[in-house]
C-alpha cells in the first residue's frame, strides 16, 4: 500500500514527551513515511525545532503562528520570531498553523486577522503551501480568501468542518486540499455528511495529535497511527476501497507539499 502521510500533527506537544520515540515508532510500523509538524507559539517552537531534528527521516515542519496564541500585545514579536525561523535554514515545507479561531474568545480577532494576511503574504513571496486552523470562523474565512482569489495561494484547510458551501466557495479561491481527521469517526458533528459530498482528490489525512482522536480510540492521546482509522472512515463514507483512499489522499498531499 502508498506510504500513508499525517499530514497535521503536533507531536512535540509535551503531552508526548514521556514517549516521543515509541509514538514514532508506531507510525512507521502503520505505514507512515511522512508526518508534517505545524508550529502554534514562540513558546513551542523550540520543541519543534528540537523533534524535527530527532526524526529527520518522518518529521516535515511548517512554521507560522496559531490565532489562539494571538493577543494586540504579542503579534509583533510573535511574527517576528516566525520571520527569523523561515530564515533559520530549516527546510520549512509549509507556512502554518496559522487563521482565524472565535471558538475561545474574540477579544483578539483584530490580530487574529492581521497576523493571517501577513503569514499569507509570507506565503506567496515565499511559494509556500500554508496550513489554515479556523473555528467558528467559516464565512469569515471565506470571505477573506476570496479577496485572494487569483492570486495563487494554496495549502490546506486543517480540520475542515465547514458546510459544502464553505467547500465550494474556498476551493475557488485557490488550490486547496481540506484535512479531515478523528471528526469524521464520530457520530455527532456533520463532517461525515459534509465529506460525502466532496471530491476525494480534495482531501488529505490528518490526526491533530495529541487531540481529536478518532474512534474506536477516542478518548485517548491521539498519535499518528490512528490516521488510519479515519482513511478507513473516509473510504466508508464515499464507497471506495481503502488503498484508493491512501493512494489518492497521498497524491493530494504530494500536490500541496511536495512530500
Ligand atoms: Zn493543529
Redesign the pocket.
Known amino acids: 500500500m502508498t506510504p500513508l502521510c499525517d499530514t ?1 500533527s ?1 507531536i512535540f506537544d509535551e503531552a508526548f514527551d514521556a514517549d516521543r520515540a515509541e509514538v514514532v515508532d508506531r507510525a512507521r510500523e502503520t505505514g507512515l513515511d511522512r508526518i508534517i509538524l ?1 508550529a ?1 507559539d514562540s513558546e513551542s517552537h523550540p520543541r519543534l525545532l528540537e523533534t524535527l531534528e530527532q526524526y529527520p527521516y518522518i518529521c516535515r515542519g511548517a512554521m507560522g503562528v ?1 490565532p489562539t496564541s494571538l493577543t494586540a500585545e504579542n503579534i509583533d514579536a510573535e511574527l517576528a520570531e516566525v520571520a527569523r525561523l523561515l530564515d533559520c535554514g530549516v527546510e520549512w515545507v509549509a507556512i502554518g ?1 496559522i487563521g482565524l479561531d472565535y471558538y475561545w474568545s474574540r477579544e483578539h480577532v483584530e490580530a487574529q486577522h492581521r497576523a493571517l494576511r501577513c503569514q499569507l503574504e509570507w506565503s506567496l513571496e515565499r511559494a509556500l503551501p500554508v ?1 489554515i ?1 479556523t473555528r467558528d470562523a467559516w464565512d469569515d474565512m471565506a470571505a477573506l480568501l476570496e479577496e485572494y482569489s487569483g492570486r495563487g495561494l494554496r495549502g490546506v484547510m ?2 475542515f468542518c465547514g458546510t459544502i458551501e464553505h467547500y465550494n466557495r474556498i476551493r475557488r479561491t485557490g488550490d486547496w486540499v481540506f484535512g479531515i481527521g478523528g471528526v469524521v469517526t464520530y457520530k455527532k458533528g456533520g463532517v461525515a455528511e459534509v465529506v460525502a459530498q466532496m471530491d476525494l482528490r480534495d482531501l488529505v489525512l490528518e490526526t ?1 495529535a495529541p ?1 481529536l482522536t478518532p474512534v474506536p480510540f477516542r478518548g485517548r492521546r491521539n498519535e499518528p497511527a490512528y490516521v488510519i482509522h479515519t482513511a478507513h472512515r473516509i473510504a466508508e463514507i464515499l464507497g471506495k476501497d481503502i488503498s484508493h483512499v491512501v493512494t489518492q489522499t497521498r497524491i493530494n498531499t504530494t500536490r500541496i507539499f511536495g512530500i
Open positions: 497535521h503536533h505545524p502554534i496559531h498553523e496550513i486552523h486543517h480540520a491533530d487531540y
